[in-house]
Structures are given as structure tokens and as C-alpha cells.
């Protein structure tokens, strides 16, 4: 079936710091693949996604490629901010389009 | 105003009772869902609808029920709630028509079950 592995938080960095987060998937096909972030106390929102192999998605300074080699879908950025603190979802779209499956979020505290 | 609300935001309630959430959205979006957020498990599919009517069993839907009377609502029930299900919920929205994959969440209901 399908599943979504992350790494396990919570992830500690100073400000500036390089951030990766590891997420890699099990599934039939080459699904869409997600990073949702959850800032405290609100709901989950879109980062970023790719649809296809070799696919970078990025936005706000977040990147991540879809690499069906390796089924994984790492999150990285260069410099992170005090204000990137938050939860972060890795997801894959199923086969059938019906329902995202989740990992089980990595909790990311940046210092300054 | 957001375009995906939740009401309540928090509530509290006994073993037993049965307890009705709501979710509204003004996206136009005919795809909605209900997740639940549990510490250290991620989100986990309760139920979801394709259209009004329309209601499919998601991974977890024992002890839940819903109902998708208009295209905007779609309300989860605890028929009898239980401790166990104390967690946060969470509503989606997704616009398939458009070949859209993206879901869009609502702030979230956090229920406590005694």
C-alpha cells in the first residue's frame, strides 16, 4: 500500500542554518508528491508539490525534487528563519486521486 | 474571510454524547474531506465527498459519520463519542474538475472527549 516515511523531529537549527527534512514514499505509480506546513495553531497549508518525475517544486525559499530513483522527496533550504518554526508534512496523492496520504510531520524550531 | 471554516474551533465533551462538526467552504470546490491530527501520527482520512450526496469511507471512518447536503457543507458526527477520539480535525477542499490535486485546509476543530 501506500506510505510516507519522514524523518523524525524535532529538527533544532540556529538561524541561517541549512535545513534538510527527509521524506521518502512507497507507492503504486508515480504520484504527486506534497510538503505541507503547519504553523502553530492553524490549519495546513500547501509549500510546495510535483507531479512528475525529476519535478522541483519550491516556493518561499523551499525546494524539493521528486526523484523516482530513490522515492524520495526531500525538503531543503539554504537559510532558515526564525519564522519557518513549524510542522512539516511530507504527502503523495494516491493512485486514484481520492486521498493524500501523510507522514507523520517533523517538528522544525529555529533559534535566533 | 477564509475560505474554508470550521466551526466549532474547540469544543469539550462526555463519553457518549454525540457531537456534530461543521465545515463550510466559498471555494466552489466540489471535492471535500475530513482528516484527523493525532500527536506523532500525521493526518489520517476519515471520510470524503466527490459531490453533494456523495460520501466514500476514508481510512478510519468507524465511530464517524457525515453528511454533504450542499456543495459548501460537509459535516462529520460522532455518533457516540469516545476518549479515544480526542484530537485535532481537520476539513479540505479540492477542485478536480479544474485537474487541481491540491487541498486546501480549515483551521482546524480540537476535540476533547472525557
Known amino acids: 500500500g501506500n506510505s510516507v516515511t519522514q524523518m523524525e523531529g524535532p529538527v533544532t537549527l540556529s538561524e541561517e542554518a541549512f535545513l534538510t527534512i527527509n521524506c521518502t514514499y512507497t507507492a503504486t505509480g508515480y504520484p504527486s508528491l506534497f510538503w505541507y506546513v503547519q504553523y502553530p495553531g492553524e490549519g495546513l497549508q500547501l509549500l510546495l508539490k510535483?507531479?512528475?518525475?525529476?519535478d522541483k517544486g519550491s516556493n518561499k525559499g523551499f525546494e524539493a525534487t521528486y526523484r523516482k530513483e530513490t522515492t524520495s522527496f526531500h525538503l531543503e533550504k539554504g537559510s532558515v528563519q526564525v519564522s519557518d518554526s513549524a510542522v512539516y508534512f511530507c504527502a503523495l496523492l494516491n493512485q486514484a486521486g481520492t486521498a493524500l496520504i501523510f507522514g507523520k510531520g517533523t517538528t522544525l524550531s529555529v533559534s535566533s | 474571510d477564509a475560505d474554508v471554516t470550521q466551526t466549532p474551533r474547540n469544543r469539550i465533551t462526555k463519553t457518549g454524547k454525540r457531537i456534530m462538526l461543521e465545515c463550510s467552504q466559498t471555494?466552489?470546490?466540489?471535492?471535500m474531506y475530513w482528516y484527523r491530527q493525532d500527536p506523532g501520527l500525521g493526518l489520517r482520512l476519515i471520510y470524503y465527498?466527490?459531490?453533494?450526496?456523495?460520501?466514500n469511507k476514508g481510512e478510519i471512518s468507524d465511530g464517524y459519520s457525515v453528511s454533504r447536503q450542499a456543495q459548501a457543507k460537509f459535516s462529520l458526527s460522532l455518533e457516540s463519542a469516545i476518549p479515544n477520539q480526542t484530537a485535532l480535525y481537520f476539513c479540505a477542499t479540492s477542485d478536480f474538475r479544474l485537474g487541481q490535486e491540491t487541498q486546501y485546509f480549515g483551521p482546524g476543530t480540537r476535540l476533547l472527549v472525557l
Open positions: 465527498s466527490f459531490d453533494v450526496k456523495d460520501i
Open positions: 471555494k466552489g470546490h466540489d471535492r
Open positions: 510535483a507531479t512528475k518525475a525529476d
